[in-house]
T-cell receptor, first 110, second 114 residues
Framework: GQNIDQPTEMTATEGAIVQINCTYQ??????LFWYQQHAGEAPTFLSY????GLEEKGRFSSFLSRSKGYSYLLLKELQMKDSASYLC???????????FGTGTRLLVSP | EAQVTQNPRYLITVTGKKLTVTCSQN?????MSWYRQDPGLGLRQIYY???????DKGDVPEGYKVSRKEKRNFPLILESPSPNQTSLYFC?????????????FGAGSRLTVL
């Protein structure tokens, strides 16, 4: 089976940096995705990692360590609009599914 | 505009009354999937389809049916809805499955079963 863990909730201040962690246990690993979901809206794609290392995309970066079953999403220069849930999802090609974690709700305060 | 369209967006119904949530995508995507999202449980896959006439169960298929007669459409059918199917439902699609294929999600359908 698969197991994905991420913190339930985090708070941070506007302009700060926050790191959202995700640990996973799976077989047939074929990549890890991060999605952003504002309350009541559809998830939207943020990043994809399949190799170890850091992928940077503007204010957002995502890191993967396959040997440790660990990823993090780093958000810099936080803005109020970054208040949302962040979903970690692991792709398992063998089972033809993308399994989502329960999400981390981030609250950015002024 | 490339999108996944779900209807209805909101529905209140009663136990046992059959309903269908439609999903249509205009991106010629091969892969389509239905998820339900419940507080504390995250997104859970109900059914998925790798291509036309090819469907398979996800993690929580009980009480649901799907069909994929055309590439663009992937309706979710609740033959006899029950209160435990009250949830937020998302349809999603991608050009393929595996690798960096990114899921595009519909806006969601909030279903309440009384």
């Amino acid at each position: 089976g698969q197991n994905i863990d991420q913190p339930t909730e985090m708070t941070a201040t506007e302009g700060a940096i926050v790191q959202i962690n995700c640990t996973y246990q799976t077989s047939g690993f074929n990549g890890l995705f991060w999605y952003q979901q504002h309350a009541g809206e559809a998830p939207t794609f943020l990043s994809y990692n399949v190799l170890d290392g850091l992928e940077e995309k503007g204010r957002f970066s995502s890191f993967l360590s396959r040997s440790k079953g660990y990823s993090y999403l780093l958000l810099k220069e936080l803005q109020m609009k970054d208040s949302a849930s962040y979903l970690c999802a692991v792709m398992n090609t063998g089972f033809q599914k993308l399994v989502f974690g329960t999400g981390t709700r981030l609250l950015v305060s002024p | 505009e490339a999108q996944v369209t779900q209807n209805p967006r909101y529905l209140i119904t009663v136990t046992g009354k059959k309903l269908t949530v439609t999903c249509s995508q205009n991106m010629n995507h091969e892969y389509m999937s239905w998820y339900r999202q419940d507080p504390g449980l995250g997104l859970r896959q109900i059914y998925y389809s790798m291509n036309v006439e090819v469907t398979d169960k996800g993690d929580v298929p009980e009480g649901y049916k799907v069909s994929r007669k055309e590439k663009r459409n992937f309706p979710l059918i609740l033959e006899s809805p029950s209160p435990n199917q009250t949830s937020l439902y998302f349809c999603a699609s991608s050009s393929g499955f595996g690798g960096a294929n990114v899921l595009t999600f519909g806006a969601g359908s909030r279903l309440t079963v009384l």
